[in-house]
Structure formats: structure tokens, C-alpha cells
């Protein structure tokens, strides 16, 4: 079975500062990568994968993310944030093809604030 | 491109009540996933529907919880009788395949209260 850590429920940043969203996860096995965002009353949408290749990724809103598979981290990252970055960060996991049950695990997710 | 329906946003009931949501997924997609997320935690799947049969009902609390997708296409979750845990919010999501790497597109969802 695989899981997910986030060990920051909340991170308040100030507006254009840089911010990093950690990730780890548990896996005997290969994994895919995702990063989703939720924004208030609204449904999960995704910012970023990793499948394969290079270990940055890049996806929408400025983000991007670094897979560690040393350190079995997959750790979120902007330069400078906004005001419209606040939101709830989802990490997610799911067992590469091949290795079974393909269900997508998530985290407890971490809670973006941007101080004006 | 429409993405994913849910109907209702809210739904407040008292316990041993029943109550059912529906979902429209985007259209093409074949994998539809129906997931509970409770307060303070991430989405939980209940059950995956690839076209109009399931591929996972694992941690779907068969007691009590139900769910179809006729026609390969729009699907109901059903709750009967509902308990206080229940509440929650309800995703709905569908992606193209349902392959690993698929992207899954969700719904806003539909906060739950029972009473």
C-alpha cells in the first residue's frame, strides 16, 4: 500500500514571497506523482504529474515540483505567490501501471494562506 | 468543454435519513470515481466505475453506501441509512481511460450534514 505525509497543515506566506509545499510518500513500489489544488467551495484540480522523465515538472499557476526518489519526496514549489494562491494543496500518489491495484492515494493536504 | 456535474451542492439530513447524489461526468470519459472527503482530510475513493461496471468498491461501505452508473454515463450515490460520520463532502470525478497516469477531472462536490 502506498501513503502520503504532509507535515504542514498550514503555511502562511506573504504575497510575492517564495513558497515550498512538502511532500513525502511510502511506496514498496514505482509510483506516479500529483500535485491538485482546491480552492474554497470548489472540486480538486490539477497543477502538476510526474509519470516519467525529468524530475521538475512544471504545470499551471507558476508551480513546480521536484521528484526525490531517494528521499521519496515530491516537494511544491512557486517563486513568488499571490493573492489567488490561496487555497488547499493536495499530494497524491498512485502505484505505477503494472504494479496493481491503481488507486489514487492522497494526503491530508496543507492549507496555502498569502498575507497581503 | 463541460466538465464534471453534481448535483445537489448541499444536502443537510438527520441520521438514519437516506439521500442520494448524482454526477455527470465529462463527456468521452470512461472512468468514473465517486470519493468522500471529510473535514480536514484528503479524498478518500469509495468506488471506480470504468463504463458501467466497477473496477474498485473496496472501501465503499456496502451497508449502507451504493452506487450505479447505467448506461456507462451519468451515476448515483446513494446513502441509507445515513449515520452522523457521514458527513462529509462528495467528489465525483471521471477521467478519460482510467489509466494510472490519467488525469482525474472533479466535480465541486456536495457538502453532506447529517444531523
Known amino acids: 500500500a502506498q501513503s502520503v505525509t504532509q507535515l504542514d497543515s498550514q503555511v502562511p506566506v506573504f504575497e510575492e514571497a517564495p513558497v515550498e509545499l512538502r511532500c513525502n510518500y511510502s511506496s514498496s513500489v514505482s509510483v506516479y506523482l500529483f500535485w491538485y489544488v482546491q480552492y474554497p467551495n470548489q472540486g480538486l484540480q490539477l497543477l502538476l504529474k510526474?509519470?516519467?522523465?525529468?524530475?521538475l515538472v512544471k504545470g499551471i499557476n507558476g508551480f513546480e515540483a521536484e521528484f526525490n526518489k531517494s528521499q521519496t519526496s515530491f516537494h511544491l514549489r512557486k517563486p513568488s505567490v499571490h493573492i489567488s494562491d490561496t487555497a488547499e494543496y493536495f499530494c497524491a500518489v498512485i502505484p505505477s501501471p503494472n504494479f496493481g491495484n491503481e488507486k489514487l492515494t492522497f494526503g491530508t493536504g496543507t492549507r496555502l494562506t498569502i498575507i497581503p | 468543454e463541460a466538465g464534471v456535474a453534481q448535483s445537489p451542492r448541499y444536502k443537510i439530513i438527520e441520521k438514519r435519513q437516506s439521500v442520494a447524489f448524482w454526477c455527470n461526468p465529462i463527456s468521452g470519459h470512461a472512468t468514473l470515481y465517486w470519493y468522500q472527503q471529510i473535514l480536514g482530510q484528503g479524498p478518500k475513493l469509495l468506488i471506480q466505475?470504468?463504463?458501467?461496471?466497477?473496477?474498485?468498491d473496496s472501501q465503499l461501505p456496502k451497508d449502507r453506501f451504493s452506487a450505479e452508473r447505467l448506461k456507462g454515463v451519468d451515476s448515483t450515490l446513494k446513502i441509507q441509512p445515513a449515520k452522523l460520520e457521514d458527513s462529509a463532502v462528495y467528489l465525483c470525478?471521471?477521467?478519460?481511460?482510467?489509466?494510472?497516469?490519467?488525469?482525474?477531472?472533479f466535480g465541486p462536490g456536495t457538502r453532506l450534514t447529517v444531523l
Open positions: 510526474y509519470l516519467s522523465g525529468s524530475t
Open positions: 466505475f470504468q463504463n458501467n461496471g466497477v473496477v474498485d
Open positions: 470525478a471521471s477521467s478519460f481511460v482510467g489509466e494510472a497516469g490519467d488525469t482525474q477531472y
